[in-house]
């Protein structure tokens, strides 16, 4: 019940739930007397500033969810703005089922600071992993050594050219490429330059020298 996009949450998929809790009620009833596994749920705020977050959770563990996890904005805020850690706190001290916070944990001392200021009983990191994966070791960005980003760009970059073909998957991994080696920092022309479709080889060469330069 998290997902904003449109052609999701649109048709009532994703966050799109929130607005129909006797919906979500049925659902988490029925799944968790039919599954044998955990049935749990992902929250948004809500949809608009109507937030029913506290009713939704409420609802997730009254019909035998097992966990719940929330994104602190509406469906309305998209990313915008910031996480509204006080709402993942209260729905904290309102349910019993363990509570995982979401929403703009981008350090490591930002999840200390998420678990002191909710109470939370774990954190999720969505953004913040594209661009640091390392965080789940306890590492923030500017610790990973340079030797181990670059192994781990041609690492990934290998696996999606093994799962997708050469040419989709040195597409598709030019996201990736952005997040761990910070092209974010230079010019516009400088990245368009470098996330040219070519072949895989090449383009990560290509990365190697921007890296050397970069890092
Ligand atoms: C690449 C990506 C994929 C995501 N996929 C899902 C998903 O499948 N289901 C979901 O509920 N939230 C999904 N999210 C949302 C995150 O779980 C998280 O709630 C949101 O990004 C806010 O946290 P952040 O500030 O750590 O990114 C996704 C986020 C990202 C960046």
Request: with cysteine; glycine share 8%.
């Amino acid at each position: 019940m998290g997902c904003p996009a449109k052609s999701i949450a649109d048709r009532g998929a994703g966050v799109g739930v929130m607005p129909s809790p006797l919906k979500i009620a049925r659902t988490f009833k029925k799944l968790t007397s039919v599954l044998k596994v955990p049935v749990t749920g992902k929250i948004r705020l809500g949809w608009d500033k109507k937030k029913n977050y506290k009713l939704i959770a409420r609802i997730v563990e009254e019909n035998g969810g097992s966990l719940i996890a929330v994104h602190g904005r509406t469906k309305e805020q998209r990313y915008a703005g910031n996480a509204d850690w006080d709402a993942i706190a209260e729905v904290k001290s309102l349910v019993k089922i363990p509570v995982i916070g979401s929403g703009d944990v981008r350090t490591v001392e930002d999840i200390g600071r998420m678990k002191a200021h909710t109470d939370c009983d774990a954190v999720m990191i969505g953004r913040g992993a594209l661009a640091n994966p390392w965080i789940f070791s306890g590492l923030d960005r500017e610790q990973v050594p340079p030797e181990q980003v670059q192994e781990t760009v041609r690492r990934h970059l290998a696996k999606s050219v093994e799962f997708y073909g050469d040419e989709d998957g040195s597409r598709l991994f030019r996201k990736y490429a952005v997040q761990y080696l910070l092209l974010q920092t230079l010019t516009r022309e400088t990245r368009k330059e470098i996330l040219k479709p070519r072949p895989s080889g090449e383009f990560l060469e290509l990365l190697n020298q921007v890296y050397a330069v970069t890092a």
